[in-house]
């Protein structure tokens, strides 16, 4: 789901938190340099996203696997509606990560 697709009082919700942090575009910068993200690895990222993109699945069933495995998370996820609605949200974070576009809209997304 994107930004813009928030209903208008999840979006002021959104923008109001991120406001309330401070970020905006210039803090938004401050923080690609501290993890020296640069345009450049977004592009590499951009260009292998497809490809990473078919891996996620694969890569979150194995990971909501692992956390069966552990009493205090399995705890969580008492039943398959539950897993796959994660495993949905997953999807998508997992998406705009490895999308290439980290701009406000990824930070409000």
Same mark, same amino acid.
Do not use: C
């Given at each position: 789901?994107?930004?813009?697709?928030?209903?208008?009082?999840?979006? !002021?919700?959104?923008? #109001?938190? =991120?406001?309330?942090?401070?970020?905006?575009?210039?803090? &938004?910068?401050?923080?690609? +340099?501290? /993890?020296?993200?640069?345009?450049?690895?977004?592009?590499?990222?951009?260009?292998?996203?497809?490809?990473?993109? !078919?891996?996620?699945? #694969?890569? =979150?069933?194995?990971?909501?696997?692992?956390?069966?495995? &552990?009493?205090?998370?399995? +705890?969580? /996820?008492?039943?398959?509606?539950?897993?796959?609605?994660?495993?949905?949200?997953?999807?998508?974070?997992?998406?705009?990560?490895?999308? #290439?576009?980290?701009?406000?809209?990824?930070?409000?997304?």
């Amino acid at each position: 789901m994107s930004s813009a697709s928030l209903r208008p009082t999840v979006r !002021a919700e959104v923008d #109001g938190i =991120a406001a309330e942090m401070g970020i905006d575009d210039s803090e &938004l910068e401050a923080r690609k +340099a501290f /993890l020296e993200l640069t345009e450049d690895d977004a592009e590499h990222l951009r260009a292998i996203h497809s490809k990473l993109e !078919a891996a996620q699945n #694969g890569f =979150a069933d194995g990971f909501y696997q692992y956390l069966r495995r &552990l009493p205090e998370l399995a +705890a969580l /996820l008492p039943d398959e509606a539950t897993v796959s609605r994660l495993k949905e949200a997953h999807g998508r974070y997992f998406d705009s990560l490895t999308a #290439g576009d980290y701009g406000m809209a990824y930070v409000t997304g």
